[in-house]
């Protein structure tokens, strides 16, 4: 038998063999286990369980490949990392669970979109506890010590729970007319708040300058600033008195500010729409839409 006939011969055999192999082998979702590090997770939205995924074939073998994600009874309430995962060699998927808010979570597992069977429960404990509400604004109690500051400060305590300081009270009121309804809790219950960041100018509702920097700038969301280009430009949005209305800011948070697409005239920045669209700080972050 010559060469090109055994070399022929092993291809053909090759070919008929290879598609076999390439076949996806199915799951069985009914074998597919889910399973967590820790039955109990302080709520401070830092401590967290693993939960794993393990998918199997219908043959009882690894399934590399599927796309695993998880849902908690509680919604959103929950943070769970990575939105989704691929099973990796060992048909595994591992993902990352943490709260801020007390109680007992069901976490259920999809596989390809598909429904596994079972759930892990996870219990937070230990988390804020005093029925404060989205929305709510938050300070701790006076020192009585004029030299000390930490105890002046005023937090939007915000839907995802955490909290978001205003950097001075001109800030406060572009968002606020009065302190009215800031509320005074404890120093332990306000450590148990993890902070988000900083409340930034609320968007459209006046200039802004930096102390060191002539450019004037109008504020859109999430803090981002637009460099008002000529003076007609800053009297067509905010008036014939509009340099009185500058607010200057302290470099000391010149990071909290991003910087956007200069407004060349008033069309390309409509002051009253926009402080509209963006009324509450939920918005202004995109916490809520």
């Known amino acids: 038998m010559n060469k090109w ?33 820790k039955a109990k997770v302080n709520a401070d939205g830092i401590d967290q369980a693993i939960v794993s995924v393990r998918v199997r074939t219908v043959n009882y073998l690894s399934a590399p490949g ?24 060992y048909g595994k998927a591992e993902f990352l669970v943490r709260s801020l ?24 404990a230990n988390g804020l506890d005093i029925g404060l509400a989205p929305g ?26 955490r909290r978001y300081v205003f950097s001075n009270d001109k800030v406060y009121f572009t968002w ?9 809790i404890s120093i332990e219950d306000m450590t148990k708040i993890p902070i988000g960041g900083n409340v930034t100018y609320r968007p459209g509702v006046k200039p802004v300058k930096f102390q060191t920097d002539d450019k004037v700038y109008a504020v859109d969301r999430n803090g981002t600033l637009r460099w008002l280009k000529t003076e007609a430009v800053a009297r067509a949005i905010y008036g014939d008195n509009w340099t009185s209305k500058v607010d200057d800011i302290n470099e000391a948070f010149y990071v909290n500010y991003k910087f956007g697409v200069p407004v060349d005239n008033s069309i390309d920045f409509m002051a009253d729409t926009i402080s509209n669209k963006y009324s509450s700080i939920e918005k202004d972050k995109g916490i809520t839409q």
């Open 5 to 37: 006939f055994i070399t022929g011969a092993l291809v053909a055999s090759l070919a008929i063999a290879l598609p076999l192999c390439s076949q996806a082998a199915e799951i069985d979702l009914g074998s597919t286990t889910i399973s967590t590090s």
């Open 176 to 184: 606020y007319t009065s302190f009215d309804n800031v509320r005074t």
């Open 66 to 89: 599927a796309t695993i994600t998880l849902t908690s009874s509680r919604g959103e309430m929950d943070e769970i990392t990575p939105a989704s995962v691929t099973t990796n060699d």
């Open 101 to 124: 808010k007390n109680g007992t979570s069901s976490i259920t597992a999809y596989v390809n979109g598909q429904k596994a069977p079972g759930a892990v429960s996870i219990e937070f």
């Open 136 to 161: 709510s604004l938050i300070k701790i109690p006076s020192d009585s010590d004029p030299n000390t500051f930490s105890d002046t400060a005023v937090y939007y305590f915000a839907s995802n729970g």
